[in-house]
């Protein structure tokens, strides 16, 4: 008996170290597979890099040979220089006003919609969700003069109005939370909704709204940013110099001080500052509420 004991642990006893030895090849493979994630992350902070070296030196080091590629000292002579060449915290005031009516308006409307399309049928269901798509594969370029037209006729131009209104629903945010509620809310949740005698709004308000937060997040900060950055269409109808927005009065930069990059790219690390600030801010809620409903 002792012999078949000693016989068994002999048996089992070299093939131990096999599993640590595997395990360890897989987190070495890890560690080689994070390898191109983290060189395209600095391929794409590059381009924020050197905004800031630009901000930060003069116009003369842009044109030096060889460029340089470290902060320099002159980061608030070009930001006096922003500020004294155009109205800037009012521009950014104006666009503040825009980016956040329009974010939520959106985040309203949109899913309000997105959950009429994912849980309820009504009549011409499947004709109006392709039509809304046909309508998102349109180029907005296209609708720029019929909407300039309009804005004339209701006397918009020239008024945040036709910067808000016409952005305050579109078919990607509609799509986008259609797909996001159809999959992470039972019809279970909604008929025993339905039978506690909660109607479309109750069963928006209290059970849709908590659950969505994530897709939520992540339309906020895709909305924010486009109305933030938006450049043609408040070039077009913004004719009232008070009303500019951001990115309309740091193009007229390179009018009133020539080609001077440094003050350009001073001018764009202060407009973004904000977006950083929003996508930090939601970026925090999309991962935790990620979490958690992964955890409910």
Known sequence: MAAHDTATVDRKGPSRPAPAQKGGSVRNAAK?????????????????????????????????????????????????????????????????IVAVSVTVLVLFFDSLAAFAFAKYDFPAKKFLFGLMLAFFMVPAQLSTVPQFITMI???????????????????????WMRQYISTSIPDEILDAAVMDGCGFFRQYFLVVLPVIRPGLAFLGIYTFVQAWN??????????????????????????????????????????????????????????????????R
């Open 153 to 175: 006729n209701i006397g918009w131009v020239g008024t945040l109005q036709a910067l808000i209104v016409p952005a305050a629903a579109n078919a990607f945010g509609i799509f």
């Open 230 to 295: 938006d450049y043609v269409w408040p070039l077009i109808v913004l004719i009232n110099p008070d009303m500019l927005t951001l990115q309309v009065a740091l193009s007229q930069l390179n009018v009133s001080r020539g080609t001077d990059y440094a003050v350009v790219m001073a001018g764009a690390v202060l407009a973004i500052i904000p977006l950083v600030v929003v996508f930090l801010a939601f970026s925090k809620q999309f991962v935790a509420d990620s979490v958690k409903g992964a955890v």
């Open 32 to 96: 080689w597979a994070h390898l191109p994630m983290v060189l395209a992350s600095l391929l794409l902070l590059f381009p924020f890099y050197w905004t800031v070296v630009m901000a930060t030196n003069t116009n003369a080091d842009y044109y030096a040979t060889p460029p340089k590629v470290v902060p320099g000292t002159h980061l608030l002579e070009n930001i006096a220089s922003v500020l004294t060449s155009i109205n800037f915290f009012g521009s950014m005031a104006n666009t503040a």
